[in-house]
Structures are given as C-alpha cells and as structure tokens.
C-alpha cells in the first residue's frame, strides 16, 4: 500500500498555483496520471522519487515513512529504490545498452533477462546515438527495472513514439507489469492511449 | 642558444594545467547547481583575472607574499615556503590568473547536462560522487578537453603577472613571454624571433587541435 498526501506550491505563468493529492494506491497496481500542461504530473512523480520536495507531506511505502515534513524526514532516492523511467529517457550518452544495466546492477542473468525480454540482444554494445527511438525508450524502462523496483514511475514514456510502435511497446509492457508484480504510476498527457494497461486513474488538475 | 625558458614555461603550463584540473573540477561542479548570490560572489572572484591588468594582479600576490609581512611572513617563518621571485609564486600567480580558463567550459557544460541524467542516475542508488565521475565527467570529455587545452596555452602566454611576482631569475622565473621581453631589451631580436616562433607554433598547433577534437560541435570551442 502506498499513502500519499503531499502539497506543493508550483510557479505557473498565471502566479502561483497548489499541487494537492492526497491518495492511496493498492500494490501491483497500476496508475495512469492525467492532467493539463503545468499542472504539476512531473513534479508528483519527483516527490515520490525524492527528487523534489514538497512545502508539506507524508509518504509512506508498505511500513516505511519515506517522507514526512513534519518530522523533516526524507529518505533519500538512493534509499527509495525506485524505478523511473523519465520523459527525455536520460540515457547516459557515455554506456552501451549493456553498461547501463550493469551500471544500476551486477546481476549477470538478471541483465541478460532484461536484454531478452527488451529485444536489445543484439544492440548490446551499442550506445543510445546509434539506438532508434523506440528502442531507446524500451531501454529507459529496462534499467528501471534493473533494480528490481517494487514501484515504477514513467513520465510521458510514449510520448515520442508512432502509434504502432507504442501498441506493441504496450502489449509487452502489460505481460512484464505482471510478471514483476510492480506497481506502475504513468503520467500521461492522453489517457486513452493507454487502454487496457491501468487499472486505477488519478487526474491532476490546476488549483 | 638558451633554451631552458622554453622548459621553465613548458613545466609551468603543465603543473599550472594540472593543478587547477583538479581544484576546478569540484569547483565547477559545486558552481554549476543554483545561483546563490555567495557562489555569484565567488565566480566574480574567478572571473576577474579575466578582466584585471595582469599587473595589478601580479601587484596584490607580491604585497600579499611578501616575506616581509602578512601571509607571506607566515609562510615564509612557519614553512619556509617564498612565494615572491620563486618557481612557486609563478605556479601560485598562474593557477589564480588561468582559473576561469579551466573553470569556465567545465561548468558551462555540465549546466548543459540534462538534470535527468544526475536524477537517473540516483534512482538508480548512485551517490553524488559516483554520479559524477561515471555519468557526469564522461559526458563533458570534449569540455574538459578544451579547458585544459585553453588553460595551458593560456599559462604559455603570460606575462605581467609572472614579472610582478617572479622577476627576470634565469633557469628559476625567466619564462618564455619574460625572455622575450627581455632579449628585445637588450636588442638581441634573433633570440626573441626564436622564442616567439616557438611559443607561437606551440599555441597554434594547441588551438587548432582544440577545433579539430570539437570539429563536430555545433558551437566554438571557444564560447
């Protein structure tokens, strides 16, 4: 189970505005988030990572408190062992396909798993300049899951792809989802392009 | 022919180019995250031998490690280190005067890292330190790159500074630039042809090295 209730003032052409969510999301679950531009979708998966901090929150994972502002507790991103897969996919332009997943862990078969399940095999030894989109954003996702996560947040991870390419990302997506029993938050501009993937939905509207 | 000013600048430029790699490497990093007005202070700071009479430069280091009084005569009584017309005021009055050469295009292109890629990076269990010589600095080899290359021809190059602090001591402060000067001086204009050619072939063949390793850049190496 995890239990959110975070606020945190945002800057917005219009002045200032609230991120307010106050939520709980069942293990194995997963959640499509949706809501205008502004309104604060990156951000709350940010909170949840621990890479931003909110004005007042509380965060809790299973039993263990990852954030709560008014003990000025926050585990750090390190200790949350999270996966997130981010919107620009933040490759790291200096690692083949294959160094990014020893990079986030030394588990040999785990790895040559994740290659085979990402049908990234035979690009092992290439860098993300000579990787197609589609297949720079599938590895996005494999080394968040390098780490075995028991949560994982996209943000937007369709967002530069075709209509095909994003079906069949999808389709594999939804059997590794529940091989892992992961729980899936996934920002998305579109909720309808996400069909049959969430079982659970949470709107972020502007305040 | 007395060749030993060209090895005095060359083993200047290279402990200058060396000492300040490492010294702007933590520097640039801790610069390039937020704007707080102390670390706008701190880049001014940096920043000013850029702008400053390289011998008002070389004036303050000589007031400052005078062995006579302040810094300097604690220098000089509690480690007997001279700072003033020694080898090492030269490096001292070199790292101070080079310092934006290498801190510049070193913070300039880790701002120009996406955040994500730190952020990844941490998600992934890494520390800050682990982050920054496995993704970070691999990322900014071109930069790092340039800044040395700039650092140490930029080191060939001084002047005023190193006659301020170190004077015109053959084989201890009399670098390339000094003998020059000082060969004109004392019209001897085919020593200071040679020296000039020299310095002049080694910084070209340094800058123009430094646009063919950033010849795929969009920008100059330079801005």
Known sequence: MITINIEKKLKAYSGQQWLKINREFIDGSIIKIYGPSGAGKTTFLKIIAGLATPEKGFIKVDNTIWLDTTTETSLSPQKRCIGFVFQDYALFPNMTVREHLEYATKDTQWINRLLTIGKLETLSTHKPGHLSGGQQQRLAILRALAIKPKLLLMDEPFSALDHDMKMVLIDDLKVLFAELRLTVLIVTHHPQELAGLGNDELEIATN | MDLNPIWLTLKLASITTLILLLICLPLAWWLSKGRSFFKIVIEAIIT???????????????????????????????????????????????????????????????????????????????????????????????????????????????????????????????????AVYDSVESMDYSAANTYSLILFSITFVLVIGVFIFNRTQAKSPLE
């Open chain 2, 48 to 178: 000013m031998p850029l702008v400053l009479p390289p011998s008002v430069l070389g004036f303050y280091l000589l007031l400052a490690f005078s062995p006579q009084h302040g810094v300097g005569k604690w220098l000089h009584n509690t480690f007997d280190l001279q700072f003033v017309f020694s080898f090492q005021g030269l490096v001292l009055a070199s790292v101070i005067y080079s310092m934006p050469f290498m801190v510049g295009p070193i913070k300039s292109a880790l701002q120009q890292l996406p955040a994500s890629l730190s952020q990844a990076s941490y998600t992934l269990g890494k520390s800050k330190s682990e982050t920054f010589r496995r993704v970070l600095l691999p990322n900014i080899k071109p930069s790092l790159f340039t800044a040395m290359v700039l650092t140490f021809a930029h080191t060939l190059g001084e002047f005023g500074v190193v006659l301020m602090i170190g004077g015109n001591i053959p084989n201890v402060t009399r670098v390339a630039s000094i």
